[in-house]
Every structure is written in structure tokens, then in C-alpha cells.
């Protein structure tokens, strides 16, 4: 759209983008089948999060080669006044509204993400 790739879990109404807007259902799904947020399709054990103020941004997971074309094209995560970072994630690294995050989990909304706290026996 416009020139840019819309992320699958970009709001589109009508063929209209609702840049900044997320599909709630397509979230949900990105959360219970570990998808990635960017084109949709399941992500390797070993995935990437947005990250934002210590927060998880959209509460989904990307895979590396997405998130690197999403922090170059997208308007919405390139704001100076908000940088993002990228952080390595795989399931075991979630918390799902404070819970352990289980792939597969059947919550029927989309969870907030956030990382575990690492202790010193992890990685
Ligand atoms: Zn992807």
C-alpha cells in the first residue's frame, strides 16, 4: 500500500490501512500459534520481539529478517521519539499477563507480553 508492505497484523478495512492499528484477531492468532507478526507465517523457536520503554511492543513476535525490514519501512516503529530495540525471544523468555506464555494456549484474547526477569542459571 502506498509503496510499503503491510504487516498481516496491520488493521485493513475495505482496502483501507489503518497504519499504527492492530487486527485484534490477528494478534490473538500471532499469540496462540507463534506466528510472526510481519508476514504471518510461524516463527522459529528462537524469535525476535519489539521492544519499547521495557515493553513488548504488540505483544508478538517477529522473525529476525521481518523485524529488519519493519524497523527500515515502517513509519510507525521508526519514530525517533519512541526507539524500539530488538530483543531475542523464544517462548520459555514470555510472560502472557504475567503467566508463563504457553505455545498453543487458547486464551480467545490476546495477552500483554512482557520478558521474565532472568536469573543467572539462564543463557
Ligand atoms: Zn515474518
Given at each position: 500500500m502506498d509503496g510499503l508492505p503491510v504487516p498481516w497484523i496491520t488493521l485493513?478495512?475495505?482496502g483501507q490501512?489503518?497504519?499504527g492499528h492492530l487486527h485484534g484477531?490477528?494478534?490473538r492468532l500471532c499469540q496462540q500459534d507463534w506466528l510472526c507478526q510481519v508476514c504471518g507465517l510461524l516463527l522459529?523457536?528462537?524469535a525476535a520481539v519489539f521492544v519499547a520503554?521495557?515493553?513488548i511492543v504488540s505483544d508478538t513476535a517477529v522473525h529476525r529478517r521481518c523485524a529488519a525490514l519493519a524497523l527500515t519501512v515502517c513509519p510507525v516503529l521508526s519514530r525517533p521519539q519512541r526507539p524500539m530495540a530488538l530483543a531475542t525471544a523464544e517462548s520459555d523468555d514470555?510472560?502472557?499477563d504475567g503467566v508463563p506464555?504457553?505455545?498453543g494456549g487458547h486464551?480467545?484474547?490476546a495477552a500483554r507480553w512482557s520478558l521474565r526477569p532472568r536469573d543467572r542459571d539462564r543463557r
Open positions: 485493513v478495512i475495505a490501512v489503518w497504519w484477531e490477528r494478534r522459529p523457536d528462537s520503554d521495557g515493553r514470555l510472560l502472557a506464555y504457553r505455545r486464551l480467545g484474547y
